[in-house]
């Protein structure tokens, strides 16, 4: 049984940082590819950053390059999503999702979300 399961959200002033975690079991991260992506309620889904499969490319999101970065602790089995430098466009529901592909929205399986909040 593959599980998926996001942590670290929470409320916080423009300029803080989060970090994300995504716990993963039944399956092997680094076999599938580790993704995060987020979600506003009447918007698009987008894709944050990505560590792709088979090669473990690392791609991020042009809008959260040099704030953002995506990481996977193989012996964890665990994928991070370091977040500085917040702004309230950031403000989402955060969830991570295997299979992703660079500037994709797509995933394989997905896990419970976390929810970011930033203030002004």
């Known amino acids: 049984h593959v599980q998926l399961q996001a942590s670290g959200g929470g409320l916080v002033q423009a300029g803080g940082s989060l970090r994300l975690s995504c716990v993963a079991s039944?399956?092997?991260?680094?076999?599938?590819?580790i993704g995060w992506f987020r979600q506003v309620p009447g918007k698009e889904r987008e894709g944050v950053a990505c560590?792709?499969?088979?090669?473990?490319?690392?791609s991020h999101e042009d809008s959260v390059k040099g704030r953002f970065s995506i990481s996977l602790d193989k012996d964890k089995n665990t994928a991070y999503l370091q977040m500085t430098d917040l702004k309230p466009g950031d403000t989402a529901e955060y969830f991570c999702?295997?299979?992703?592909?660079?500037?994709?929205?797509?995933?394989?399986?997905r896990g419970q979300g976390t929810l970011v909040t930033v203030s002004s």
């Open positions: 999702g295997t299979d992703c592909r660079p500037s994709s929205t797509w995933y394989g399986r």
């Open positions: 039944g399956i092997k991260l680094e076999h599938y590819g």
């Open positions: 560590i792709s499969r088979g090669d473990g490319k690392i």
